[in-house]
């Protein structure tokens, strides 16, 4: 039977105060939370919320979770919606095997097609992770 480790969250924005902050060709780091990692045989679930608005055409979107610096997922979402209409983004990752110590884990997003597309982090977000073992 697994037993938590450890839990951890970062929630930037619940989705009841109004945000918005464009997303560009650069990584965009939007939530981080850390985690102690004391045991070798574990496993790291991680969840992951996003609200985007879409501003301009179709904007593809890339999100991406690292732990420290090591990319563990990228998700790629398209964003066809009107413009200013809004979507909820989710996405679930697991990180097996874990280096023990202090590890952070990230998300960022940004536009992969921004010539002519663009969109804009609305809220809610919300990135957690729970460390358990195997």
Do not use: C, W
């Amino acid at each position: 039977m697994a037993t938590v480790i450890d839990f951890n969250a970062s929630v930037p924005a619940n989705g009841s105060n109004t945000i918005f902050i464009p997303i560009n060709a650069q990584p965009l780091k939007i939530a981080g939370f850390g985690l102690g990692i004391t045991t070798p045989s574990n496993t790291v679930i991680i969840d992951t919320t996003v609200g985007v608005v879409n501003t301009l055409g179709n904007p593809v979107l890339l999100f991406k979770v690292l732990r420290n610096t090591q990319v563990i997922l990228t998700v790629r979402e398209e964003v066809q919606l009107a413009v200013g209409e809004s979507k909820t983004v989710s996405f679930q990752s697991v990180d097996v095997d874990v280096p023990t110590g202090s590890q952070g884990y990230t998300v960022t997003v940004e536009i992969e097609n921004g010539l002519v597309n663009s969109a804009a982090v609305s809220g809610p977000i919300t990135h957690s992770g729970v460390a358990l073992t195997k």
